[in-house]
């Protein structure tokens, strides 16, 4: 595709309920990143995805966190048991290769009621 | 892993005033990026650039990897340069983004 691209770009779900969260990158892109932004506040890591290496999980939050990315395309973060503390803005980036120009989609704003 | 320190944390411009914003990290880097976040939240390319001088209009940056350092500068600001610029780098897998220096640009 032209960019990065993310959906839904709104959810809004019940605390306890599992949501799942898309992301389509660049054609071609090797690399996928996912983010995490709190209302006004910086940037989060959660999760890196290169190639067909192990993807590196070390800024997921919890154990209801996990993400996968099936073919080296498309991913998918999924979080269970949703809690209010998790409704923040999740972004994906994807880049062409490891250290190359990082490009963002819209982000999914979730809500956690 | 990096640190990556930006500042000042917050500016505030006259609309035409021109403005330095600075982003220091602890380590060498393959990568460094500027984003403009904008106030609807959109993360927007500004430079990829690891070392050297870019410029695209009124912003241009000077990354000196050497003193590990990188330095966006906005000149003649406007209204809509208003929002967040985050420096961003990349370092043994690792992507790390600075908190930000949130900008507002008053007409």
């Known amino acids: 595709g032209a960019g990065v691209s993310q959906s839904p770009s709104n959810k809004v779900t019940e605390k306890g309920k599992d949501v799942e969260l898309r992301c389509d990158p660049i054609s071609g892109h090797t690399a996928l990143y996912w983010y995490r932004q709190s209302l006004g506040q910086g940037l989060e890591f959660l999760i890196y995805f290169q190639g067909n290496s192990a993807p590196d999980k070390s800024g997921l939050p919890s154990d209801r966190f996990s993400a996968e990315r099936t073919g080296g395309s498309v991913s998918t973060l999924t979080i269970q048991r949703t809690q209010q503390e998790d409704s923040a803005v999740y972004l994906c980036?994807?880049?062409?290769?490891?250290?190359?120009?990082?490009?963002f989609g819209e982000g999914s704003r979730l809500t956690v009621l | 892993g990096i640190q990556v320190e930006q500042s000042p944390p917050d500016l505030i411009l006259q609309e035409g005033a021109n403005s330095t914003l600075r982003c220091n990290f602890s380590d060498s880097v393959n990568n460094l990026q500027w984003f403009h976040q904008n106030p609807w939240g959109q993360l927007i390319n500004l430079f990829y650039?690891?070392?050297g001088t870019k410029q695209n209009g009124r912003l241009s940056a000077t990354t000196v990897a050497t003193e590990r350092y990188s330095l966006l500068y906005i000149s003649s600001s406007q209204t809509t340069d208003s929002g967040v610029y985050f420096c961003a780098v990349y370092n043994n897998n690792d992507m790390r983004f600075g908190a930000g220096t949130r900008l507002t640009v008053k007409p």
């Open positions: 650039i690891p070392s």
């Open positions: 980036a994807s880049s062409g290769d490891r250290g190359g120009e990082l490009f």
